[in-house]
């Protein structure tokens, strides 16, 4: 496919003030170092992968019920493995969570895989919904009347709270190639981790 029908076939999204345009959101790039970012590939690839969905994913903490949309007590599987226990302290350090979060979805996203527009369960889970990009940058949309869409480089962290983490939408549609900022961005593997704090009765 030629640049040109590329350009004619993708969505161009330009940069924009978005953590001002949607008030909760944080996004910070380069949270972890490229050597951080390889060595978690590496561990998170030794793991057993999960292929109940058209993605791989991953568990733990929690085992997530994707039909209920839930992370309830009685699906715990245990404490966080060091490797993921270290990155959720790091983020209690940095005050972005209050506490330790205690459950983590990893997924994995080939070229032209996505998930769809959601907000996190509200009675499930608690106030801040995180998530570090690995591997390929991809564009993620927000929807809340209007729709805005970000880039997530390779080893960025995305913060949800408030107004983000509650009212608006957040997914990634399903495309081999984005366009953003009259530029196009090839997709390749991109592994999320994405961390929570269970709220329990």
Request: proline content about 4%.
């Amino acid at each position: 496919m030629t640049n040109a029908l590329l350009q004619n076939s993708l969505f161009d999204f330009g940069e924009l003030d978005i953590a001002a345009t949607i008030p909760g959101l944080t996004y910070i790039p380069e949270y972890i170092t490229r050597e951080q970012e390889n060595e978690l590939i590496s561990v998170i690839d030794q793991q057993i992968w999960d292929y109940t969905l058209k993605r791989r994913v991953q568990h733990y903490g929690y085992q997530y019920n994707y039909r209920t949309k839930a992370a309830p007590e009685h699906s715990y599987k245990g404490i966080l493995p060091l490797w993921l226990a270290d990155l959720a302290a790091d983020l209690r350090h940095r005050s972005i969570f209050p506490v330790d979060p205690d459950q983590v979805i990893i997924n994995e996203y080939l070229p032209g895989q996505g998930i769809a527009l959601h907000v996190d369960h509200v009675d499930y889970f608690t106030d801040v919904v995180c998530s570090l990009s690995l591997g390929s940058a991809c564009v993620m949309d927000f929807n809340h009347d209007t729709t805005h869409s970000l880039l997530l480089d390779p080893r960025s962290l995305l913060i949800l709270k408030g107004e983000a983490r509650y009212l608006w939408k957040h997914g990634i549609s399903k495309r081999r190639y984005d366009g953003y900022n009259g530029g196009i961005v090839a997709r390749r593997r991109r592994i999320s981790l994405t961390f929570r704090k269970v709220a329990l009765s």
